[in-house]
């Protein structure tokens, strides 16, 4: 099998965390005939005039960091970088904690309503772009992801090289993971208790949902602390994955009739709230990760210091306007 052969370092340094986007002209050629027709018409979603105007100021730039001018010839498999312009993001105002670092990873304990890594409206504001900047780590990548609604525990890598095998980690289930939530509490439950289904994640839809077939999800459910109150009281419950499905331990939670406190999918979809309302995070904290190091054989074995409000100071969680 032919090697690919991997593209030219990037000549851009990042900008705020964020690396410099990355164009590879089609090899195949097509009806352009400068660099500009094929980018004009590849980036027409960022508005009429505005590659026009990237141009002029000189901010598409070839691999050896020199700004490329708008009538230079299409070249087929030409590589070219520019840094988008990103809109203002609303900070989320909690605290990133880096609870373990080393040279090879980065383990940070992630607050509720940050991204773990750029995507759609949160890029900047997102753990790997904060760790980047505040720890002067531009090739820190992440090795896997925490939904922005969930916090806890995040193991990033420092070495690009060595990505892959803490991926691998994940992919392979050689990770040891733990959650705690708060939610109902239902005696009726029998708890505790494994749940097996088949979940269904569709692109461009929020919830994921379960459906008939051969289970891709299990997780164990035990209940750890009861408190009581109105209705069912509230329970606190450590989780276990035994698979990574989207919103997995979200879904299975929900179709025990006990839906995590917080939670804007399930049961049902809540309408989306404004940039900058973080009141009444939902009660999901990745609190314990475990794994042998691929790199160094280590054993690590990590704990959130982070608490669910809506167990401490309910009244607090409940009531913030």
Not at 37 to 53: I, N, P, Q
Not at 77 to 92: I, N
Not at 235 to 263: E, F, K, N, W
Not at 267 to 282: I, Q
């Amino acid at each position: 099998m032919r090697r690919r052969t991997p593209p030219p370092p990037s000549p851009l340094p990042q900008r705020d965390g964020i690396d410099a986007v990355r164009v590879r002209l089609p090899v195949a050629g097509g009806p352009w005939s400068t660099v500009r027709e094929h980018l004009a018409e590849r980036l027409s979603g960022a508005g009429a005039g505005v590659v026009d105007g990237m141009f002029d100021t000189g901010r598409f730039v070839g691999a050896d960091g020199r700004a490329v001018p708008g009538d230079a010839p299409y070249e087929p498999g030409m590589f070219v970088w520019f840094h988008r312009d990103l809109p203002a993001e609303v900070p989320v105002p909690f605290p990133l904690e880096v609870v373990y670092r080393d040279e090879h990873i980065v383990v940070a304990d992630k607050p509720h309503f940050l991204a773990t890594t750029p995507r759609g409206g949160h890029v900047t504001e997102t753990a790997l772009a904060r760790l980047r900047r505040e720890l002067g780590v531009p090739a820190l990548g992440a090795a896997h992801r925490l939904d922005r609604l969930t916090a806890g525990l995040l193991l990033f890598t420092v070495r690009p090289e060595e990505r892959g095998a803490y991926q691998g980690l994940f992919r392979d289930r050689l990770v040891r993971k733990e959650y705690e939530a708060v939610a109902p509490c239902d005696p009726a439950l029998g708890l505790p208790r494994t749940v097996r289904s088949r979940i269904l994640k569709e692109r461009g839809v929020p919830a994921a949902r379960e459906v008939g077939g051969e289970p891709n999800a299990v997780s164990r459910v035990e209940l750890i602390g009861h408190r009581p109150g109105t209705g069912l009281g509230l329970g606190r419950y450590r989780l276990v994955p035994g698979t990574g499905q989207t919103h997995q331990l979200r879904v299975h939670m929900s179709a025990l009739g006990v839906p995590i406190l917080g939670d804007p999918l399930y049961p049902e979809v809540a309408a989306p709230v404004p940039a900058g309302d973080f009141r009444r995070p939902l009660q999901l904290l990745a609190r314990e990760l475990g794994f042998t190091d691929p790199v160094t054989g280590r054993e690590h074995r990590f704990r959130s210091g982070r608490s669910l409000q809506a167990w401490t100071a309910y009244e607090e969680w409940a009531g913030r306007q």
